[in-house]
């Protein structure tokens, strides 16, 4: 009996990897208003339909965009998302990473198993060479998840990013093909 294809772009143990979709909101925006608490002050995504619909939009339809949720295999709900932003083609092949675990999912790993999903199918697939991930410094559990991916600091770049009302300082780390190919 033939087994039916998968809805994930590629899956772990626990966790498979998907593009948002505009049917994902509800789901979504309710993860999000139970981990505003995780979030703050890091990030702020979308907590509201039609501010869902903008986001999802733009990751479903900008070339320089690729949005991927990271959803627990047994029961298919959504844990967190991972974005790359920013890719550049050409002599780059190249992409700024944002991500975000939600407050159920937090702490079991599935992020660590998700952005390991998401990096194989950039470097695969998407045919990216490297990966950037931009982290404020006092955000020690994006830090750790960086490094358990496997992730090196390349640098700190004061007033990076605008943030929660203020320029922040952030820590620069990155990935390439080659790093993950040789282990």
Not at 23 to 47: C, I, N, Q, Y
Not at 60 to 89: M, R, T, Y
Not at 104 to 126: I, K, Q, Y
Request: charged letters at 20%; a negative charge; glycine letters at 12%.
């Amino acid at each position: 009996m033939p087994h039916p294809a998968s809805r994930y772009l590629a899956e772990g143990p626990r966790v498979g990897i998907r593009h948002f979709t505009y049917e994902d909101g509800a789901e979504f925006t309710a993860r999000v208003r139970e981990s505003k608490e995780l979030h703050h002050p890091w990030l702020f995504p979308p907590d509201s339909a039609a501010a869902y619909a903008a986001y999802a939009g733009r990751l479903i339809e900008d070339p320089a965009k690729a949005g991927f949720l990271v959803c627990a295999k047994d029961d298919g709900g959504i844990a967190g998302f991972i974005n790359i932003n920013n890719i550049v083609e050409g002599a780059f092949q190249s992409g700024a990473l944002g991500y975000g675990a939600f407050a159920h999912a937090a702490g079991r790993g599935l992020m660590r198993e998700g952005l390991d999903l998401v990096v194989g199918h950039a470097f695969g697939p998407m045919r990216l060479h490297r990966l950037e991930i931009n982290v404020q410094p006092a955000n020690a559990a994006s830090i750790a998840l960086a490094r358990a991916c496997g992730f090196r600091l390349e640098g700190f770049s004061p007033n990076m990013l605008y943030v929660d009302g203020a320029w922040r300082d952030h820590e620069r780390w990155a990935i390439t093909v080659e790093m993950r190919t040789s282990g």
